[in-house]
């Protein structure tokens, strides 16, 4: 991985209370690049993403930004910093009683001074490059699934962010709304130069569009690589994931549970 890092997550650990979440998370995010973070529900993927962006503090190690150490930096200055972020949030989260173009206007209402008519023009090129010119007085309500993810996509990316985060973008989409929001997600971040993190565990999708993947396990990192490389891993856990085989080190069967002795006992 490149040593011009827009972020750099060292030896991170957090827990809830005496539950431990993340257990000495090391990452390192390219300027430019895609990089996907995958593994099951439950499992940190979002955590990570919450700690990226300042929400969350390590109970050890440290995750920079930009070359600031997040937890480190003052409310002003997380602002500051949080302005030159996008968030895709799970199923898009538009505001139900605003337009499409209001959708997409608000960071731009929200954090600068441009007048209208220049908030206008800007709408309508992120609308554009989504391919949804002409539903910018459409309510939310009125838009399929896949639309109202490309809608939340112009939306996060209305101010031009340096990092983009995508938290489940493919979660409820069809076959064909999928691939189009996975293409959308790489052609953006190339076109914006931006650098983006997905939080996923769609992985063919994922690993049609991204530069490369950490996957997570328990809260710790248990396999990483380029596209290729995870398709040809070894480990016994990536190769399950990837391939959805039902048998290996994720069990079908409830650990605590035996179903045969139970039938011994009543018998």
């Not at 490389?229 to 480990?235: G, K, Q, V, W």
């Amino acid at each position: 991985m490149s040593s011009q890092a827009l972020v750099e997550i060292r030896d991170v650990n957090f827990a809830y209370d005496n539950r431990p979440i993340l257990k000495g998370i090391n990452m390192t995010f390219p300027r430019g690049k895609l990089i996907a973070i995958m593994g099951l529900s439950g499992c940190g993927k979002t955590t990570i993403l919450r700690h990226i962006s300042g929400v969350l503090k390590p109970t050890r190690g440290y995750v920079k930004v930009d070359g600031q150490v997040m937890h480190e930096l003052s409310q002003d200055n997380l602002y500051r910093m949080r302005r030159k972020m996008g968030m895709l949030f799970q199923f898009g989260a538009l505001f139900t009683d605003m337009t499409v173009y209001d959708n997409v206007a608000f960071q731009m209402r929200e954090h600068t001074d441009l007048p209208e008519d220049i908030i206008r023009d800007l709408v309508m090129m992120k609308l554009h490059a989504v391919g949804l010119y002409g539903t910018q007085d459409l309510m939310p309500a009125e838009l399929s699934g896949g639309m109202a993810r490309r809608v939340a996509l112009a939306r996060t990316v209305a101010l031009d962010p340096m990092l983009i985060m995508y938290d489940e973008p493919f979660a409820g989409l069809d076959p064909i709304s999928l691939t189009v929001v996975g293409n959308l997600i790489r052609r953006l971040n190339n076109a914006l130069g931006a650098t983006s993190v997905l939080v996923t565990h769609d992985v063919q999708e994922s690993l049609k569009v991204v530069d490369y993947v950490y996957f997570v396990s328990n809260g710790a990192i248990i396999a990483e690589g380029t596209a290729d490389e995870i398709r040809a891993s070894d480990e016994a856990f990536v190769r399950q994931f990837v391939h959805g085989e039902m048998d290996g080190p994720i069990p079908f069967h409830y650990p605590d549970g035996d179903y045969n002795k139970d039938l011994n006992l009543r018998a």
